[in-house]
């Protein structure tokens, strides 16, 4: 696990521990890309970027925070290649408190796809 202060970047098989702990993972690609690739089952989509990597803080809020239901609560971020991810988690554990963010390394299409895993519809 590296740590990047706000956040933690886990490897697929620390992901897989911490999915089968229950932690919640939120993918925040866009539905084009859920659509190409999948995601990982049980994934809760939220986008936070649009098109032109405009982010929308109010409206993935509005969703985060019916999954994510305090400051405490441990979640997974998902993006492609863990770039976003890194952005996203920088706010949520600098700008907004929260303790316990973690992001997949590589993202879905290194750290999952790659690694020879399903993503589902």
Not at 29 to 46: F, L
Not at 111 to 117: A, K, R, S, T
């Amino acid at each position: 696990m590296l740590n990047f202060g706000p956040f933690k970047s886990l490897s697929t098989k620390e992901f897989q521990h911490k999915k089968e702990e229950g932690f919640a993972i939120i993918d925040i690609r866009r539905a084009d890309e859920w659509e190409a690739y999948g995601i990982i089952e049980g994934s809760h989509k939220i986008t936070f970027f649009d098109e032109f990597g405009e982010a929308d803080l109010d409206t993935f809020m509005k969703v985060f925070t019916k999954v994510v239901t305090n400051k405490e609560q441990p979640f997974i971020l998902v993006c492609a290649h863990a770039n976003r991810t890194k952005t996203v988690g920088e706010v949520m554990g600098l700008q907004l408190g929260y303790t316990n963010v973690y992001e997949l390394d590589g993202g879905i299409n290194w750290g999952w796809i790659d690694q020879g895993l399903e993503t589902v519809e």
